[in-house]
């Protein structure tokens, strides 16, 4: 069974960085044939796909987000990060971790319960 579980802290300062980690259990982030992705939803807004990477460990983000995204994998903890740059308010949302078998979904098989980031001074 596979389990993914986010940390982080929740409450972060606007012009700072956001970091998040989603620790997977059950599988390999390297060769289960799944993209893991991180997806965010800001309150009373849908979800939104913020980037992802396949088990080549090739990446891919959003192209609005690009710029301030950066995602990494550690394959000997089977984790991977978020680093989001220079948050604002609006980066306000539950951030999720996701397993899916397509680049850019916001649903998929696997998902974390989700962790509520607040950016507020």
């Known amino acids: 069974q596979v389990q993914m579980q986010e940390s982080g802290p929740g409450l972060v300062k606007p012009s700072q960085t956001l970091s998040l980690t989603c620790s997977v259990s059950?599988?390999?982030?390297?060769?289960?044939?799944?993209?893991w992705n991180w997806i965010r939803q800001p309150p009373g807004k849908d979800l939104e796909w913020m980037g992802g990477?396949?088990?080549?460990?090739?990446?891919y983000y959003k192209p609005t987000l690009k710029s301030r995204t950066f995602i990494s994998r550690d394959t000997a903890k089977n984790q991977f990060t978020l680093q989001l740059n220079s948050v604002t308010p609006e980066d306000t949302a539950v951030y999720y971790c996701?397993?899916?078998?397509?680049?850019?979904?916001?649903?998929?098989?696997?998902r974390g319960q989700g962790t509520q980031v607040t950016v507020s001074s």
């Open positions: 059950g599988a390999s982030i390297t060769t289960l044939n799944y993209y």
């Open positions: 990477f396949d088990t080549s460990g090739n990446v």
């Open positions: 996701l397993g899916a078998r397509l680049l850019g979904a916001t649903t998929g098989d696997f």
